[in-house]
């Protein structure tokens, strides 16, 4: 499954590394990843909530602490008003599983 995860922000990290993602909210998932992008580009049941600015979408299999892999980040854009793919911010790629973990 593609999970969908919005967070309200990116980039001020923390003394022990982890980064300052203020508040974060899980939407769902999707089983096809075509279908979690259109979901961020089309901004679908307002996800943006005047408050996430960015989002991640991450293949977990089912199970007992699976690991999420072949993520894509997503960045708020105003003029679009939906998510739009960005390149994974250093400040996260040492972590993994925000949707479940």
């Known amino acids: 499954m593609w999970f969908i995860t919005v967070f309200e922000k990116l980039g001020e990290v923390y003394e022990n590394g982890f980064p300052n993602l203020g508040s974060q909210k899980t939407w769902g998932y999707y089983s096809e990843r075509e279908n979690a992008v259109n979901a961020l580009h089309d901004n679908l049941g307002d996800m943006r909530e ?19 892999y072949n993520r894509q980040w997503f960045k708020w854009d105003y003029n679009r008003i939906g998510y739009y793919e960005i390149e994974e911010p250093e400040c996260v790629k040492h972590l993994t599983n925000f949707a479940i973990g």
């Not at 989002?55 to 199970?63: Q, T």
């Open 50 to 68: 005047f408050m996430y600015n960015y989002a991640v979408i991450e293949k977990v299999d089912e199970g007992v602490m699976p690991l999420a």
